[in-house]
């Protein structure tokens, strides 16, 4: 059974600097693409970012490109989201999701729980 568990939300202010995990299980890690998508209220969810499997490429939602920074840890099964100068549009629900597929922002087939991130003004 796959897992992806988030983790890493909070409160934090306008400008600061958060980091999300999302631990995996059940996954071959290693052989798939991981990305993060985020869900705002009363919103669509969004694409964020993604890596492929060897983490050698990367690509970014425009609402977060040079802000935000994806990297994984295949030994650890882990994915990160680093994310800087954060805004309060960027408050939402952040989901990971994985594929075995290459990665586009509409073709993950699992899913984690999610973590909420809110960027107070």
């Known amino acids: 059974q796959v897992r992806l568990v988030e983790s890493g939300g909070g409160l934090v202010q306008a400008g600061d600097s958060l980091r999300l995990s999302c631990a995996t299980s059940?996954?071959?890690?290693?052989?798939?693409?991981i990305g993060w998508f985020r869900q705002a209220p009363g919103k669509e969810r969004e694409f964020v970012a993604a890596?492929?499997?060897?983490?050698?490429?990367?690509f970014y939602g425009d609402s977060v490109k040079g802000r935000f920074s994806i990297s994984r840890d295949n030994a650890k099964a882990t994915v990160y989201l680093q994310m800087s100068n954060l805004k309060p549009d960027d408050t939402a629900i952040y989901y990971c999701?994985?594929?075995?597929?290459?990665?586009?922002?509409?073709?993950?087939?699992?899913w984690g729980q999610g973590t909420q991130v809110t960027v107070s003004s």
């Open positions: 999701a994985a594929t075995y597929k290459a990665a586009t922002p509409t073709n993950f087939d699992y």
């Open positions: 059940g996954l071959i890690f290693g052989g798939s693409d």
């Open positions: 890596s492929s499997w060897k983490g050698d490429f990367t």
